[in-house]
């Protein structure tokens, strides 16, 4: 649920309850005032009661005097109850129209009040006018009185039924009070745990989360762009961390890109100081030579044979300068436009036996053995890149053996593949540098080491066999030699296959 | 030509020179530079180096830094802490930019530059042995 709807959710609950303690109080309140209503009510109503009891009792009275004086001014107490006399009934019957048990009492109470004025008094006032001499205590003034009694005794019970309603309505309006005022407060309590709760959920589902991402964005200022925030927190929350944390997972993607172009830059620029070094001493070797000699010659007088001696070695030291360049022009072309082959079909056995002899004459110290199953061994290939390729390994095995020994050519012949392999038993290839071997002007230690070339060897080598449509490699153990092999595609096969069953390196 | 008619006044019999140098034709051209009034002998790299000085004591060494197995510079510490060979002239020959601050602290007597003028090597070696 997003953070926005909860919002909602809990401000239109905490609107409902303070609208439910509203509603209790207007309900205590209006119970309050219709008590009130209800007790003046009764008071009009038992006022009302008193006059017409009055009434009657005046009316008792002036008949009593008029029964007694037979003197027609002594009837005027009767004469203007009676004329008041419905007047008050009515406004009696009003006061309680809503009320059916006070109005049967009324009710009665009217039917026994006209009984006893209009149907028992009215009728024996003239016929005591008429006959002075009725014996006026008998009968009739017994009945009157026991009329009289019973109307009394219904105005008592009609008051005191009054009065009774008043109370309980009284106690009613006081239960309904407290249970309002018990339901306010209860709501009231609960609005305000609610208030409480929500902003404790709030400190915690918001505040917690955005303290997190701020400390989290302190610390990627810091440079931690591994840093990642738990994905908690609802809706928008939820939102923020999750953008957080992509933010987070670009800054660390645009650092690792910087990165690796760091290294791609420093990997260069150790190529170009390696190229410089390399330039140097590869370069300032033979032009030492060539500027020495040139420079002897100039100065110096010398018998013909020794000046002819001289500038023969000045030509194989200019030579050896452009083989230089044309190496590094060599990289340049490959790189660019790939190898291009003359392909023909080449028998190895000699290939192999005229470089092993080439280089066996340039070292003294070593033995070069050339050790082959069948000749000829043919396989379809440019024969000057492969001799190029051939030449670069077995001048590897020596210049990284210093010491001399034996220096062996192997071959084997599958049919799909023929594999060659040149073994040396020098100073092997440190395990740190055994990844970096094929890489253009990468030469280890060699530099440092006196061990002359330019690093070029084995990447041309590798661009030159891999266009063959074969592989390249090797099998090292520092400290007790290398062996170097590759494979070419065999006569019988189009392409070769790197199936290496034929273990001869070891 | 005429240093060489005189040099048998003063040393009937020629110094050896030890020619230490990776390269066949620079030794050749130490050698040609130096001419033939001395005796030489080769070495290609530093252990050889160190092996023929221990056993030939040569009145000189030209010594290039650049050399497999052993380099120049650890030929030279070698020499200078071997009490024979300590005062054994040592020229070194450096196409290397930094060998020369390091060979100075090696203790070599002279240096030249490769590529070199013949003049600088002759003039640093007759100076030496004079």
New interface residues.
């Given amino acids: 649920m997003t953070l926005a709807r909860r919002m909602w959710l809990a401000s239109a609950t905490l609107a409902i309850l303070v609208g439910a303690a509203f509603a209790a109080l207007v309900l205590a309140v209006s119970a309050q005032r219709e008590a009130t209503d209800r007790e003046a009510r009764s008071k009009d109503v038992i006022a009302a009661s008193l006059q017409l009891e009055k009434l009657v009792s005046d009316a008792e009275a002036g008949f009593l005097g008029f029964t007694v004086t037979r003197a027609g001014s002594s009837l005027e107490p009767y004469e203007s109850a009676r004329r008041g006399l419905p007047a008050r009934l009515r406004v009696l019957q009003t006061l309680v129209a809503d009320d059916p048990t006070q109005r049967a009492r009324v009710q009665r109470l009217t039917s026994r009040i006209h009984g006893y004025v209009y149907l028992f008094i009215a009728p024996l006032i003239p016929l005591l006018r008429e006959e002075p001499g009725l014996n006026e205590d008998a009968g009739p003034a017994q009945t009157g009185k026991s009329q009289t009694d019973e109307i009394g005794r219904l105005f008592r019970n009609f008051r005191s039924a009054e009065n009774k309603l008043a109370a309980m309505a009284a106690r009613d309006a006081d239960a309904r009070t407290h249970l309002a005022v018990v339901v306010g407060a209860i709501v009231v309590g609960a609005s305000m745990a609610l208030i409480t709760l929500f902003g404790i959920v709030l400190a915690r589902s918001i505040g917690r989360p955005i303290r997190a991402a701020a400390s989290g964005a302190n610390r990627i200022a810091g440079g931690e762009l591994s840093l990642r925030l738990p994905p908690e927190g609802p809706g928008e929350v939820g939102e923020l961390t999750r953008a957080f944390n992509s933010m987070a997972e670009r800054l660390e993607e645009n650092r690792r890109e910087l990165e690796a172009q760091n290294a791609e830059l420093r990997e260069s620029e150790r190529m170009k100081t390696e190229l410089v070094s390399i330039v140097?001493?590869e370069l300032?070797?033979?032009?030492?030579?060539?500027?020495?000699?040139t420079?002897?010659l100039l100065?110096?007088e010398f018998d013909p044979p020794t000046r002819r001696h001289?500038l023969g070695?000045v030509d194989?030291?200019a030579r050896r300068l452009a083989a230089l360049l044309e190496d590094f022009l060599d990289v340049q072309r490959i790189e660019h436009e790939g190898v291009d082959l003359a392909t023909e079909k080449v028998d190895l056995a000699v290939l192999l036996d005229e470089q092993a002899q080439l280089y066996a004459a340039q070292s003294p110290k070593h033995r070069l053995e050339v050790d082959l199953p069948e000749r000829p061994l043919t396989v379809r290939g440019d024969p000057n890149r492969l001799a190029q390729v051939v030449g670069n390994l077995l001048s590897n095995a020596i210049?990284y053996s210093?010491?001399g020994g034996l220096v062996e050519v192997v071959a084997a012949n599958t049919g799909e593949s023929v594999r060659i392999a040149v073994r040396d038993r020098g100073r092997g290839i440190p395990a740190d540098q055994q990844s970096r071997i094929f890489t253009k002007f990468f030469r280890g230690d060699a530099g440092?080491?006196?061990?002359?070339g330019t690093g070029l060897g084995l990447a041309v080598s590798r661009e030159i066999v891999e266009a063959h449509g074969g592989s390249i490699g090797f099998d090292s153990d520092p400290g007790e030699g290398t062996t170097f092999w590759l494979e070419l595609p065999g006569p019988n096969g189009e392409q070769m296959t790197t199936d290496a069953k034929t273990e001869v390196g070891g | 030509m005429e240093r060489i008619e005189r040099q048998p006044e003063f040393d009937p019999a020629p110094a050896t020179i030890l020619v230490c140098d990776?390269?066949a034709?620079?030794r050749?051209?130490v050698r040609?530079?130096l001419g033939p009034r001395y005796r030489f002998v080769e070495a290609a790299?530093?252990v050889e180096a160190l092996t023929l000085a221990r056993e030939l004591h040569p009145d000189l060494i030209v010594l290039d830094v650049?050399?497999?197995?052993l380099?120049g510079i650890e030929v030279l510490e070698a020499l200078r802490l071997d009490d024979e060979l300590r005062s054994l002239p040592v020229v070194v020959i450096t196409?290397?930019?930094h060998a020369e601050v390091d060979a100075q602290l090696a203790g070599a007597d002279r240096f030249v530059s490769?590529?070199?003028?013949?003049?600088d090597l002759s003039a640093a070696v007759e100076e030496l042995l004079a």
């Fill in positions: 140097s001493h300032r070797t033979p032009l030492a030579s060539v500027l020495g000699f420079a002897l100065k110096r001289y070695i194989a030291q210049k210093p010491d440092a080491t006196g061990i002359t | 990776d390269d034709s620079l050749e051209l040609a530079v790299d530093g650049m050399l497999p197995a380099s196409a290397w930019a490769k590529p070199f003028d013949p003049d």
